[in-house]
């Protein structure tokens, strides 16, 4: 094979010139938008197109690796793609690891060529195909997990696969998350300009407690900064006028854990780690702990649940190990997310309410926020109070009628914007003007 034999033939090259052309037409027009409704319509052609673009590169990686095109030089296929595209040697491995997985999910791969699922999707979909241990059940379920990536935002569609695969392979998931616990480490190194660096691994259990920790110290830096620009900015104030970065602020945090240690010399964190699980999981891990087999669990049984509060997944067997010794707080939901459990660590909190309207969402319901459930505040979809000329109110405080919004969502829903739960247990918000917001 010589150079000539790669020269594209000239269909593909007008083909690809016509494409660049129209590039060169849309990256040159004026894109000043009339009104939020253009800007949603435009953010979707253009993702539309631009998903197009990556199916088309992951072909063109195919072709490449297919053909053998990359052995002319020595390359790998990685090597060659990044190589010759300049691009990371990450990219390219993520484009060769999509080729291998494509070519036996045909479904993914129509539905990638016409942008019916995101790049995002894909690469998370191949990357459950990268666990031979999954990979044929991933084949069989194709169809349904495209369904699932068509419909769902990212981070859901991250979390049912994250889901699906860990019920798929659950002894793999139980044995790496052992492993990482077995080989958990924290270390403080001191650089040779004096200043410190802090690296650490830990399994899921004590790496969700860490977390929650963490975010409550962020929480009160973030408030003394906010405090501060307040006082100088009043009611003009934004993020831009903070002192510190959220880096800056989240090591400062740090910090003030460790002083906060050193002075209590307890050991007992002050902030609780709520896991929440539902009953089935909860009784088959007992039932396993015991040295029983209950055999496989089934990855597309509803009601599944196993995360902290603000939704950071967990190790099954790990969990429930520690709510038997009551060091955390369990929390156990039935098939519907009602709460029928919350340990016998309960006592250390109030406020049940608030607790029982958390459990069903990990996250700010406004679409597309994703702040944590326990940084949001408990909105009345109803209003308990009337809000003149919008809502009557009357609404009761109860978790059939609340649900977790955001500082700045919750402020936004006091002009004109509506909650309403469905019978689903989904959220719509709908504007002022009475479209729906998505």
Same mark, same amino acid.
């Given at each position: 094979m010589t150079c000539s034999d790669l020269t594209p033939s000239a269909e593909v090259a007008e083909a690809v010139a016509a494409a660049d052309r129209a590039l060169d037409a849309l990256l040159h027009l004026d894109l000043t938008l009339v009104d939020a409704a253009a800007g949603v319509a435009l953010v979707q052609r253009i993702e539309h197109l631009g998903t197009r673009i990556d199916a088309l590169q992951t072909s063109v990686a195919g072709t490449i690796t297919n053909a053998g095109l990359h052995t002319i030089d020595a390359h790998t296929p990685t090597t060659y793609i990044a190589h010759h595209a300049r691009t990371s040697r990450r990219e390219a491995h993520q484009r060769v690891a999509t080729v291998r997985a494509l070519q036996h999910l045909p479904s993914v791969a129509t539905a990638y060529r016409s942008a019916h699922i995101g790049t995002d999707a894909v690469r998370r979909i191949t990357r459950a195909y990268s666990n031979p241990r999954v990979r044929a059940a991933l084949i069989d379920a194709e169809a349904d997990i495209v369904d699932h990536a068509r419909t769902l935002p990212y981070p859901d569609f991250d979390a049912f696969l994250t889901q699906w695969t860990k019920l798929v392979d659950e002894d793999g998931t139980c044995h790496h998350n052992q492993r990482r616990h077995h080989q958990r480490n924290v270390s403080l190194h001191q650089d040779f300009d004096d200043s410190w660096t802090l690296k650490g691994s830990f399994a899921a259990l004590q790496g969700a407690e860490i977390d929650t920790i963490l975010r409550h110290y962020l929480d009160l830096e973030f408030?003394?900064?906010?405090?501060?620009?307040?006082?100088?900015?009043?009611?003009?104030?934004?993020?831009?006028?903070?002192? &510190?970065?959220?880096?800056?602020?989240?090591?400062?945090? $740090?910090?003030?854990?460790?002083?906060?240690? @050193?002075?209590?010399?307890?050991?007992? %964190?002050?902030?609780?780690?709520?896991?929440? !699980?539902?009953?089935? +999981?909860?009784?088959?891990?007992?039932?396993?702990? @015991?040295?029983? =087999?209950?055999?496989?669990?089934?990855?597309?049984?509803?009601?599944?649940?196993? @995360? #902290?509060?603000?939704?950071?997944?967990?190790?099954?067997?790990?969990?429930?190990?520690?709510?038997?010794?009551? =060091?955390?707080?369990?929390?156990?939901?039935?098939?519907?997310?009602?709460?029928? =459990?919350?340990?016998?660590? /309960? &006592?250390? $909190? +109030?406020?049940?309410?608030? !607790?029982?309207?958390? !459990?069903? *969402? +990990?996250?700010?319901?406004?679409?597309?926020?994703?702040?944590?459930? /326990?940084?949001? *505040?408990?909105?009345?979809? +109803?209003?308990?109070? %009337?809000?003149?000329?919008?809502?009557?109110?009357?609404?009761?405080?109860?978790?059939?009628?609340?649900?977790?919004?955001?500082?700045?969502?919750?402020?936004?829903?006091?002009?004109?914007?509506?909650?309403? &739960?469905?019978? =689903?247990? @989904?959220?719509?918000? #709908?504007?002022?003007d009475g479209t729906t917001l998505r």
């Open positions: 408030a003394i900064d906010w405090d501060q620009a307040t006082a100088e900015h009043g009611d003009a104030t934004t993020t831009a006028h903070l002192a &510190r970065t959220e880096h800056q602020r989240r090591a400062d945090a $740090f910090h003030k854990m460790c002083l906060a240690a @050193n002075v209590s010399g307890s050991g007992k %964190p002050a902030v609780v780690t709520g896991i929440v !699980i539902d009953q089935a +999981t909860f009784a088959r891990w007992i039932r396993k702990l @015991n040295g029983a =087999d209950p055999g496989p669990d089934d990855p597309w049984r509803p009601g599944y649940r196993c @995360n #902290t509060t603000d939704g950071i997944r967990l190790e099954p067997g790990e969990a429930v190990a520690a709510a038997l010794l009551g =060091d955390i707080r369990r929390i156990i939901t039935d098939a519907k997310g009602v709460v029928i =459990d919350l340990g016998r660590r /309960s &006592r250390l $909190f +109030t406020g049940g309410a608030r !607790i029982a309207a958390q !459990i069903p *969402h +990990t996250h700010c319901i406004w679409p597309g926020c994703h702040v944590p459930t /326990s940084r949001c *505040h408990i909105d009345h979809a +109803t209003p308990w109070a %009337p809000i003149p000329g919008v809502d009557p109110g009357g609404g009761t405080t109860s978790p059939d009628n609340a649900a977790p919004l955001c500082a700045k969502h919750n402020r936004h829903k006091q002009h004109g914007y509506r909650t309403k &739960r469905g019978p =689903d247990g @989904n959220w719509t918000i #709908t504007r002022p």
